[in-house]
C-alpha cells in the first residue's frame, strides 16, 4: 500500500497528504469511512492544491482508470485520506481543489458535478464534497465500414488481423493471433469455431490508430474519424452456419477472401466466394503466407484466380495491387458496380502487403454512402422502374410498404446481461436515428407481441458511450425494462410523439390492436405505430436453388437466414413457372446483375449467368402454375438451378419480416438464395 500512496497519493504541491501532522489530525477525527479501495471507480483524494504538470500528468492517467472501471464514471472523495479518515477542507483549500478536478475532467473531455457536501468541523468550516465525474458522450461523425474476413482453415485470417492492428509480426506458429481467439479450443487447436471482431482506426490526417499507439478500443475510437471493424469467421465446413451468419447477420460492407498461397484455390474458398457474390457483397482478395512460394509459382496461382474471376458466372476484373498507385485507385473506385475485385499479396511473417492494404483501407468508403450514390444508376436497366404496373412493382400507397419502412429499422444480432445495467443488445442500425431516452417497441416475441422499451444508455463500437446512434452504425443499446431477448428480434419505432403525450401503447402483431390510455396522442402516429409491426409465422419468397442432390417437396425442412434472423422452416408450398414457358426467356428477364451457384464441392457452376433474385424480374402471375396458398400442384418440385414461388413456415416462432429481405437457404449440401416477396401476418389466438 506504501507504494501505491507514493503512486497515486498527493504529492508535497497538493498539500503534503500524508505528512505527520496530518496523520495525528486523522488519529484524533470522528469522522471515518472505509479506506479506499484500488478497484473500482472511487477515488479519496485529500486535497489538489495547485498540483505540478508531472504530478497532473498522473492525475488524469488515475482518473481516466476510474472512469474505465465505472463504465465512464467516476466518483471523487475531496477531503478524505486513503484510510477513509475524512479530515474536511478549508474553502481555499476546497475551491482549489475543485478547480484541479475541473482541468483533470476537461482534458478527459468529462463533466464534473457535487451530489454531496458534508461540514466536518463548524468551528473550522471545513467542509468534504463527493464529486461525480461523468464522461461527456462523444457524438462527432465518424465513418463506420465492416469488413468480414473469409478464406479456409490455416489460411491465417486470425493472424492478418492481428497483425494488421498491432502491427507486430507473427512469430510463424500464430502468436498474431491469440489477442483474437475467445475460447480455450480455439487456442489449442488455432481454429476460430466464433464470430471475432477487432478495429482499426484512422484520424482524420490518414494516419493508423491501432494498438501500438493507444492501449485499449476506447482510445481508438476517441481518436479515430473512420473505424473498421473486422469480423473474423470460422473457415470449417462444420462451422458453415456461423460462417452465414456473420454475412447475414452483420451486414458486412466488404468482404476479404483470403487464399493461402501453400493451399492454393480449395473449395471451402470458393464456397465463401459464391456465397459472397451471392449475397452482393463487394470482395478483394489477400495471397497470405507468399513467404512460402517461390515467384514463380506465386505467378502461377494469381493466373489461376484470375481465371477463377474470369468464369462466365462471376464476370469479375481482376486488379493486381503492387503499389499505393494501385490501392488508391482499387479503393476509389466502386468495388460493386465496376464488378471490380482488387488482389493484395500478403505475409503476416514478413509484413508484406500490410502497408498497401492500410492505404486501401483509409480510402475504401462505406458501403451505405455508395449505395446511396449510385442508387439511381444502379436501377437503371433494372426494370424496377420500367413498369409501374407490374405485381411486383412496390405500391408506394398501400400500408404494406410502410410496413416495410418503419421510422427506426434496428436487428439485434447479441444480447448481454451486464451487472448494475441490465439488457444490453447489440446489432446494427439499418433505418434511422436513435437517441438517448428514446422509447421503442422490442419483438416479436413468441406471441407476436412488441412491448414498449426505453434507451437508457448508447454505446458504439469499442465501448465508446455516444449519444446518438445513425443509419449503418453498430452499437449496443441498453433498454429499460428487462425482457428475454433473443437473437433475431429488432428494435423499431422513434415514439417521440407517444413519450411526449406519456401514453402508454402495446401492439400485437397482424391484429392491428392498440391499447392507449389517453386520448391525446396524434392520429397520424397511431396510424404510423400500427402499421409499423407485423409478425409473420409464413412468408412466401422467390426461390433459385444453387445446389441440391436430388428435388425439394413441400415438407422439406430447412434453415433460412433472413438478415438477423436464423430459423428452421418447412415449406408448406411450392409455385413453379408453366411448362409452356420458355425458360429461357425467363432466365433472360432475371438477367441483371451476375452472380454464381454453389455446387456440392462448392465450385462455382458457371451454368447460371447473370442470375438475378429480385422480385421484380419475377414473371407476371400468368406464367405460373394455378395453385393456392395452401397446396402446391401435385409433383411440383424444386431442384438445382430451378427457380419459383415458396411458401415457407417457421418451426418455432414468429419473426419480423418484411417484403424485399434476401434470403438464404440452407440444409446440409442444399443452398438457395431470393427475395422475400410477401408476408402473412401472424394473428395470435383468440379466447
Known amino acids: 500500500m506504501d507504494e501505491l500512496i507514493g503512486l497515486f497519493g498527493v504529492s508535497e504541491e497538493d498539500g503534503n497528504e500524508h505528512s505527520y501532522e496530518a496523520q495525528l489530525i486523522s488519529d484524533s477525527c470522528q469522522h471515518q469511512v472505509q479506506p479506499e479501495v484500488e478497484e473500482g471507480n472511487v477515488e479519496f483524494k485529500l486535497k489538489l492544491v495547485n498540483p505540478s504538470a508531472s504530478r497532473m500528468e498522473h492525475l488524469v492517467t488515475q482518473m481516466k482508470w476510474r472512469l474505465r472501471e465505472g463504465h465512464g464514471e467516476a466518483i471523487y472523495q475531496i477531503g478524505v485520506e486513503d484510510r477513509g479518515a475524512v479530515l474536511g477542507l478549508c474553502k481555499e483549500e476546497l475551491d482549489a481543489s475543485l478547480s484541479s478536478l475541473n482541468q483533470m475532467a476537461q482534458r478527459l473531455n468529462a463533466d ?14 471545513t467542509k468534504a464534497v463527493e464529486v461525480l465525474v461523468r464522461k461527456i458522450p462523444s457524438d462527432k461523425p465518424f465513418i463506420d465500414v465492416r469488413v468480414s474476413v473469409l ?25 498474431a493471433r491469440l489477442n483474437l481467439l475467445k475460447h480455450p479450443h480455439e487456442i489449442q487447436t488455432g481454429h476460430t469455431s466464433s464470430i471475432c471482431h477487432e478495429i482499426l482506426g484512422f484520424d482524420s490526417h490518414g494516419q493508423t490508430v491501432d494498438y501500438s499507439v493507444v492501449r485499449n478500443k476506447e482510445e481508438i475510437c476517441e481518436m479515430s474519424s473512420k473505424l473498421l471493424t473486422f469480423i473474423d469467421l470460422p473457415g470449417g465446413q462444420k462451422s458453415l452456419k456461423t460462417t452465414i451468419f456473420g454475412l447475414t447477420g452483420y451486414n458486412p460492407d466488404y468482404a476479404l477472401i483470403l487464399i493461402a498461397a501453400n493451399q492454393g484455390i480449395v473449395g471451402i474458398t470458393r464456397e465463401h466466394f459464391a456465397l459472397a457474390l451471392a ?9 497470405t503466407k507468399s513467404d512460402l512460394l517461390s515467384p514463380t509459382a506465386l505467378a502461377m496461382l494469381k493466373t489461376q484466380i484470375k481465371n477463377v474471376l474470369q468464369l462466365p458466372g462471376v464476370g469479375k476484373i ?60 444502379a436501377n437503371v436497366g433494372t426494370g424496377l422502374d420500367e413498369d409501374p404496373d407490374s405485381p411486383f412493382y412496390p405500391d408506394t400507397n398501400s400500408t404494406d410498404v410502410e410496413s416495410q419502412q418503419p421510422d427506426v429499422d434496428f436487428k439485434i444480432d447479441e444480447t448481454y446481461s451486464v451487472p448494475n445495467v441490465g439488457c444490453v443488445v447489440g446489432g446494427i442500425l439499418h433505418r434511422g436515428v436513435i437517441r438517448k431516452g428514446d422509447e421503442m417497441f422490442l419483438g416479436p416475441f413468441s406471441d407476436g407481441r412488441f412491448s414498449s422499451v426505453k434507451v437508457s444508455s448508447l454505446h458504439r463500437v469499442g465501448r465508446a458511450p455516444c449519444s446518438i446512434v445513425k443509419e449503418s452504425q453498430s452499437a449496443a443499446i441498453a433498454i429499460k425494462p428487462n425482457y428475454a431477448v433473443r437473437k433475431g428480434m429488432v428494435l423499431l419505432g422513434s415514439f417521440s410523439a407517444i413519450s411526449r403525450h406519456n401514453s402508454q401503447v402495446e401492439f400485437h402483431a397482424g391484429t392491428h390492436v392498440c391499447m392507449n390510455k389517453t386520448s391525446e396522442m396524434p392520429e397520424v402516429g397511431i396510424h404510423r405505430a400500427i402499421c409499423s409491426f407485423r409478425a409473420c409465422l409464413e412468408l412466401e419468397a422467390e426461390i433459385l436453388i444453387l445446389f441440391h442432390p436430388r428435388q425439394i417437396f413441400e415438407g422439406f425442412q430447412c434453415t433460412l437466414h433472413i438478415d438477423n434472423i436464423v430459423q428452421s422452416a418447412t415449406i408448406q408450398s411450392i409455385v413453379l413457372p408453366r411448362p409452356d414457358a420458355d425458360a429461357g426467356s425467363l432466365v433472360d428477364s432475371a438477367c441483371r446483375h451476375k452472380t454464381t451457384s454453389l455446387s456440392e464441392e462448392g465450385e462455382v457452376n458457371s451454368d447460371l449467368e447473370q442470375m438475378n433474385f429480385e422480385s421484380s424480374s419475377l414473371p407476371p402471375p400468368s406464367e405460373f402454375s394455378p395453385t393456392n396458398r395452401k397446396g402446391s400442384k401435385e409433383g411440383n418440385y424444386l ?9 415457407f413456415r417457421f418451426v418455432r416462432h414468429c419473426e419480423y419480416v418484411t417484403p424485399g429481405m434476401r434470403i438464404l437457404l440452407r440444409q446440409g449440401n442444399t443452398k ?12 395470435p389466438p383468440t379466447s
Open 672 to 683: 438457395g438464395i431470393g427475395n422475400v416477396t410477401k408476408i402473412f401476418p401472424y394473428l
Open 151 to 175: 478464406g479456409n482453415v490455416d489460411c491465417g485470417k486470425s493472424s492478418f488481423v492481428g497483425v494488421l492492428c498491432t502491427r507486430q509480426l507473427d512469430s510463424g506458429r500464430g502468436r
Open 279 to 287: 449475397l452482393s457483397i463487394p470482395c478483394a482478395i489477400l495471397i
Open 112 to 125: 464534473v458535478t457535487i451530489v454531496r457536501e458534508v461540514i466536518v468541523d463548524e468551528v473550522l468550516q
Open 318 to 377: 481482376c486488379l493486381f495491387v503492387d503499389n499505393d498507385v494501385d490501392a488508391i485507385q482499387a479503393a476509389s473506385s466502386d468495388l460493386h458496380l465496376q464488378c471490380l475485385v482488387p488482389v493484395f499479396t500478403t505475409s503476416s511473417v514478413t509484413g508484406q502487403g500490410m502497408d498497401l492494404l492500410k492505404a486501401f483501407f483509409n480510402i475504401l468508403p462505406s458501403r451505405s454512402s455508395c449505395d446511396h450514390q449510385s442508387v439511381a444508376s
Open 639 to 647: 431442384c438445382t438451378n430451378r427457380k419459383g414461388h415458396v411458401t
